[in-house]
């Protein structure tokens, strides 16, 4: 079946110590997302890709990047994560953009934990 | 800042009955974007129902549907003939039309009960 798939599902890194986590669809869509997910609140976009058009929201910090080498992979990198940066990350992807009919589809998430 | 608030951090409800969960936002545009999303324990999220703010009829997906409230900017899921795999962490999103950023409510988690 098509769909996002996040690895890994379970990410230990420790405090400073870089991290990338990957994710890839099968949906052929031209929009990636990355959302960040802390516990028992809600997801809040980092960023998103628009083919290879990146689009950074204001308030994410710097210390997160992210790369878009092809149309079915897309990676968030963490230079030097800090306890905060505990969290579920998801990626998603939509068909094309700016619609309420490009649906969002989410892949499982990556639980990142900081020691 | 654009808001989603969802008042009811946890509800339960018995299998067959229907219950409804509440959604605030907050903006002072014209054109948008509303959606329910559900998260399973885990499991990816997926899209329940979607609406307009341009149209006026209320959404409805098979048992699930929504009560949309433009003027007070309320936007109600009520699922209906509720079942035990309805059991998840349901969140409302808001979507300025154009854009891409979806902005989610802090989440409600729904028990279905037998």
């Known amino acids: 079946d098509a769909m996002v798939i996040q690895n890994p599902r379970y990410q230990v890194t420790q405090f400073g110590k870089p991290v990338t986590l990957s994710c890839s669809q099968t949906l052929n869509h031209n929009v990636m997302y990355w959302y960040q997910q802390k516990s028992s609140q809600a997801p809040k976009l980092l960023f998103h890709?628009?083919?290879?058009?990146?689009?950074n929201e204001a308030d994410t910090p710097d210390n997160f990047q992210s790369r878009r080498p092809n149309t079915s992979f897309c990676f968030l990198d963490i230079r030097s994560p800090g306890l905060g940066d505990a969290a579920m990350y998801l990626c998603?992807?939509?068909?094309?953009?700016?619609?309420?009919?490009?649906?969002?589809?989410f892949g499982p998430g990556t639980r990142l934990t900081v020691l | 800042a654009q808001t989603v608030t969802q008042s009811q951090p946890e509800m339960s409800v018995q299998e067959a009955e229907t219950v409804t969960l509440s959604c605030t936002y907050d903006t002072s545009e014209n054109n948008y974007y509303l959606f329910w999303y559900k998260q399973p324990p885990s499991r990816q999220m997926i899209l329940v129902i979607r609406?307009?703010?341009?149209?006026?009829q209320n959404a409805t997906e098979n048992r699930f549907s929504v009560n949309f409230q433009k003027a007070a900017k309320s936007f109600s899921l009520k699922i209906s003939d509720s079942q035990l795999g309805d059991t998840a962490m349901y969140f409302c999103a808001f979507m300025y039309y154009n854009t891409d950023k979806l902005i989610f409510g802090t989440g409600t988690r729904l028990q279905v009960f037998p």
């Open positions: 998603a992807t939509s068909r094309d953009r700016a619609s309420s009919y490009n649906e969002q589809f």
């Open positions: 609406q307009e703010a341009y149209k006026q």
């Open positions: 890709y628009y083919d290879k058009d990146f689009n």
